[in-house]
């Protein structure tokens, strides 16, 4: 069965410093991997998603950047956390070609 | 107008009742929808896929699309306690690639009251 992790669970950090979540899923090969931010009381927003290694699709821009090194390892960044970037990150992947969308665990962001 | 209109709620019924979650969305290009129950602090988990209008069964759970007044509709049946959480709807079009561009609605924060 395929499963999907995130880590950290939990972050605080100060603005201005950097950032670097991770997500990788198991279970299958050559999944399409995205990132979505949830603010409180919202609805999700997606921010990347990549179709393979390497191939990155940005929705909106902003502070932050988004790398696939590896074909089940998706990554988001900042090189300098605004308070805005606070929020639930979450990570989720499809079937190469499939439709049903599953999503992690999230990691909870908190810039002060 | 926002692409996927959704009650936020809250919405609050007695253990036992029938449930009726509902979006409402602008984009005739949506082909698939899906509902997801959030718990508090947790990652969305999905419950319901559809791509053609109709419904949908999964146990206590019912998927309605209805594409001609791009209306989707949730329904939950003998609701349980277990039920409270978030429930959000989600669609998208057919995506370039095979990526799949999911458009969320608000979601409706329910409680089922024991």
């Known amino acids: 069965s395929q499963t999907i992790h995130q880590w950290p669970a939990t972050l605080v950090q100060p603005v201005g410093s950097p950032l670097s979540l991770e997500c990788t899923v198991e279970?299958?090969?050559?999944?399409?991997l995205y990132w979505y931010r949830q603010a409180a009381g919202r609805g999700l927003q997606l921010l990347f998603y990549?179709?393979?290694?390497?191939?990155i699709s940005s929705e909106v821009p902003q502070n932050l950047s988004a790398s696939r090194p590896q074909d089940r390892q998706f990554i988001l960044s900042s090189k300098k956390l605004l308070l805005s970037d606070s929020g639930f990150y979450l990570c989720?992947?499809?079937?190469?070609?499939?439709?049903?969308?599953?999503f992690g665990p999230g990691t909870r962001l908190t810039v002060l | 107008q926002k692409e996927v209109e959704q009650d936020p709620g809250p919405l609050s019924v007695p253990e036992g009742a029938i449930v009726s979650l509902n979006c409402t969305y602008s984009?005739?290009?949506?082909?698939?929808f899906m509902w997801y129950r959030q718990y508090s602090r947790k990652g969305p988990e999905l419950l319901m896929y559809t791509y053609s209008s109709g419904n949908k069964e999964d146990g206590r759970f019912t998927a309605q699309v209805d594409k001609s007044s791009k209306y989707i509709s949730l329904f939950i049946r003998d609701s349980q306690p277990s039920d409270s959480a978030t429930y959000l709807c989600?669609?998208?079009?057919?995506?370039?690639?095979?990526?799949?561009?999911?458009?969320f609605g608000q979601g409706t924060r329910l409680t089922i009251n024991p």
């Open positions: 279970g299958t090969s050559n999944p399409n």
């Open positions: 984009n005739s290009a949506f082909q698939y």
């Open positions: 990549s179709v393979g290694i390497g191939q």
């Open positions: 989600a669609m998208s079009a057919v995506g370039v690639q095979g990526a799949q561009k999911l458009v």
């Open positions: 989720a992947w499809t079937r190469e070609f499939g439709n049903e969308q599953f």
